[in-house]
């Protein structure tokens, strides 16, 4: 599997692209069903080629497409969607853990609007997930979910204090009797033990973190999530934090979490860059003047294209050309979910000045 750049995929000329999407499933009995709409989906690219391209062999073109649908072990392990690029010189796969639509594109680019839609929404990130005597980081990009390893930092609290120095002692008074000083009951020495390993986790992972990108989201139970994050403020920037012990979950909980808390962040921003994109266009500084904008996209004026995600004023290809020059011009396209967001004017532009 690859991570794949937009901008990559969209520098590449004159040869012929193949684009597959495909919602898949995780589990049985539905993953059976996605081999065989998979193979349907390939039959459709191979009519497509004979009847666009006379010089292209099908068979051939499309042999590592095939080799991935004779994979049976590939479609055991399916996340929420597929997309398969293939071209002359390569065939690139990408899951995806959010929905994608079932289509086949064959043209001279690749139909890379379904992946605007994914990664438009960020989907890499830190995911720490934190009780009160250890903690575990993993790293959640576009394909997988893996475990990091920090040998610089105790992972439980029992590496780092082994000596329990929070336990109750006993001091001896002399005489007849031995008296005992110090004593503390469980609960208080269970709390001053985590919160000592709290700040201890705070100073390191702070160091850890500082030179990463991605935004963190804290996993745990409510208290510890709480404790954690009023210790850690000022090392940690937690982006998101979610009330559940991120191990007591498999990976469609996982995902399912992530989407219900990060989903209406990501609502309210494209909600505000409309706001914004009317202000520009009040201002003459933006347009939703659909012929201008294809007009314009070629010469690097366009900052910001936004389109929805049903605009279907232009033929899939003449979509395609435009994101592509918007995007090779250095500007941004920002796919607009209309399901979530209300965007009648459907295609946007923002200018630069």
């Known amino acids: ?5 937009i901008r990559d ?8 692209f193949v684009s597959i999407y495909l919602p898949t499933h995780r589990t049985s009995p ?6 065989i709409r998979f193979n349907n989906l390939l039959n459709k690219a191979s009519k497509e080629l004979e009847e666009k391209y006379e010089k292209v062999k099908p068979q051939e073109f499309l042999k590592e497409a095939r080799k991935i649908h004779d994979d049976l072990n590939f479609w055991n392990y399916g996340t929420e969607g597929l997309a398969v690029l293939v071209d002359s010189e390569q065939t690139r796969v990408i899951r995806f853990t959010g929905d994608v639509p079932e289509l086949v ?9 379904p992946l605007i839609n994914y990664y438009e929404l960020p989907n890499d990130y830190y995911l720490l997930d ?22 610089e930092i105790h992972e439980h609290f029992s590496d780092l204090f082994d000596d329990r120095d929070l336990e109750n002692r006993v001091v001896s008074t002399g005489g007849s009797e031995t008296s005992f000083h110090g004593h503390k009951a469980k609960p208080e020495i269970d709390e001053k033990e985590t919160e000592k390993y709290f700040r201890y986790l705070s100073k390191e992972l702070g160091n850890f973190f500082k030179a990463k990108g991605n935004p963190i989201i804290l996993f745990g139970t409510t208290e510890n999530v709480a404790d954690f ?19 007591s979950m498999d990976d469609k909980g996982t995902i399912d979490a992530l989407r ?4 209406p962040r990501y609502v309210d921003t494209v909600k505000g860059r409309l706001d914004g994109l009317n202000t520009e266009i009040s201002r003459d ?25 049903k605009y279907d004023k232009l033929e899939v290809e003449e979509i395609d050309k435009l994101i592509a020059e918007v995007i090779n011009g250095g500007g941004e396209v920002v796919l607009v979910d209309v399901n979530e967001t209300q965007f009648p004017m459907e295609m946007g532009a923002k200018y630069r000045f």
């Open 260 to 263: 219900q808390k990060l989903l």
């Open 9 to 16: 995929l969209l520098e590449k000329k004159d040869d012929v």
């Open 1 to 5: 599997m690859e991570n794949i750049r």
């Open 30 to 35: 539905d993953n059976k069903q996605d081999k």
């Open 105 to 113: 594109v064959v043209g001279s680019q690749f139909h890379i609007l």
């Open 285 to 309: 500084m933006g347009t939703d003047n659909a012929s201008r904008i294809v007009t314009d996209a070629p010469t690097g004026r366009i900052e910001t294209l936004f389109i929805s995600t």
């Open 229 to 247: 994050k009023e210790i850690s403020k000022d090392d940690l920037n937690i982006f998101a934090s979610i009330d559940k012990p991120l191990d």
């Open 130 to 151: 934190i009780s009160r005597d250890r903690f575990k980081i993993y790293e959640l990009s576009s394909e997988s979910m893996e475990e990091l390893d920090t040998p």
